[in-house]
């Protein structure tokens, strides 16, 4: 069983929708949660991390997380084309070496 | 702030050599540094953790003897594959974090072993 997972996509959203992100993690000690976006054939770009219950909102990017459901999701508001990327969804269990999901790829259509 | 760097960005190496690859903190003391493998289509795998000064710990199936990493200072790591086979080309990506959780990536070294 991974301990991160994630749909691969891709998702298409529309120019200026929402796009939603999800990411289920099996360890439920896991205390840091960190949404990184990465595009083709470069590094991963460290966009949200939240460690605590609720929601947490970054000008169009708000994570969420519910531990009880062991759940963590990425909301993109106001979708661009240039957030068209994988969004790699990674988990610390506290020790600071971060488990990665598979990744989703996003698609944002003009 | 929270910037990577890695050297080089590319390389192309013969069957049997050996290649570092360096990983810097710009600005930032990096108390732990961390590399990963990415092969093309494929999420990220991480192969050791470093801490300055320490010995690396390398996650299960990942060589030591062939993937030599050392961490002498808090803005330097060093990733040497040695006697490289065409099966070790791939993403080596290496990240760094400071006082807190939060890992910040280089932007790579794509290596190709022909």
């Known amino acids: 069983q991974k301990e991160v997972e994630q749909n691969s996509g891709p998702l298409s959203v529309p120019e200026g929708a929402i796009a939603s992100l999800n990411c289920t993690y099996s360890?439920?000690?896991?205390?840091?949660f960190f949404w990184y976006r990465q595009y083709s054939g470069k590094s991963p770009e460290l966009i949200m991390f939240i460690y605590s219950n609720g929601d947490k909102e970054d000008g169009r990017f708000t994570a969420q997380l519910n531990k009880a459901s062991q759940y963590v999701s990425l909301l993109i508001r106001d979708s661009q084309p240039s957030d068209s990327a994988t969004y790699l969804c990674?988990?610390?269990?506290?020790?600071?070496?971060?488990?990665f999901g598979s990744g989703t790829r996003l698609q944002v259509q003009p | 702030g929270a910037v990577v760097s890695q050297h080089p960005s590319w390389v192309i190496c013969k069957s049997g050599t050996s290649v570092k690859i360096e990983c810097r903190s710009l600005?930032?003391?990096?108390?732990?540094m961390f590399w990963y493998r990415q092969f093309p289509k494929q999420s990220l795998m991480l192969m050791a953790t470093s801490n300055e000064g320490s010995k690396a710990t390398y996650e299960q199936g990942v060589e030591k003897d062939k993937f030599l990493i050392n961490h002498a200072s808090l803005t330097l790591s060093t990733l040497t594959v040695t006697s490289a086979h065409p099966e070790d080309s791939s993403f080596y990506i290496c990240s760094a974090s400071g006082d807190t959780e939060e890992q910040y990536f280089g932007p790579g070294t794509r290596l190709t072993v022909t």
């Open positions: 990674a988990v610390s269990g506290g020790r600071r070496a971060l488990t």
């Open positions: 360890d439920r000690g896991s205390q840091s």
């Open positions: 600005d930032f003391q990096a108390t732990t």
